[in-house]
């Protein structure tokens, strides 16, 4: 069993930058890909950004090309998710996920076998 804790939410103004952390315990995550989604209220849970378990590859949806950076620290457990030029567009419950998984079904949240409980970022405008 994996548990993940994710934290780094919080309220900012648009345009501004936040780091959410997922921290792993339980188990090493290095076998994993690990995703970011997100979900607004009234609005289905969405795919934000993908790392393979090997770090060479990373996957955006096209909402956050170009502003969010995924990475991650093998050594720590530990995953990131580098937000900047935060638009309100942006406002959602953030959750981590891991799981064993290729390239094709990273962006499918159902493929993942774990989820963190969720982090709140709150966009002002």
């Known amino acids: 069993q994996v548990q993940l804790v994710e934290s780094g939410g919080g309220l900012v103004q648009a345009g501004g930058s936040l780091r959410l952390s997922c921290a792993a315990s339980?188990?090493?995550?290095?076998?994993?890909?690990m995703g970011w989604f997100r979900q607004a209220p009234g609005k289905e849970r969405e795919f934000v950004a993908a790392?393979?378990?090997?770090?060479?590859?990373?996957y955006y949806a096209d909402s956050v090309k170009g502003r969010f950076t995924i990475s991650r620290d093998n050594a720590k457990n530990t995953v990131y998710l580098q937000m900047n030029n935060l638009k309100p567009e942006d406002t959602a419950v953030y959750y981590c996920?891991?799981?064993?998984?290729?390239?094709?079904?990273?962006?499918?949240?159902?493929?993942?076998?774990?989820w963190g409980q969720g982090t709140q970022v709150t966009v002002s405008s």
């Open positions: 790392i393979t378990w090997n770090n060479d590859s990373t």
């Open positions: 339980g188990r090493t995550i290095s076998a994993y890909a």
């Open positions: 996920a891991a799981g064993p998984l290729r390239a094709s079904g990273l962006r499918i949240g159902s493929r993942y076998n774990y």
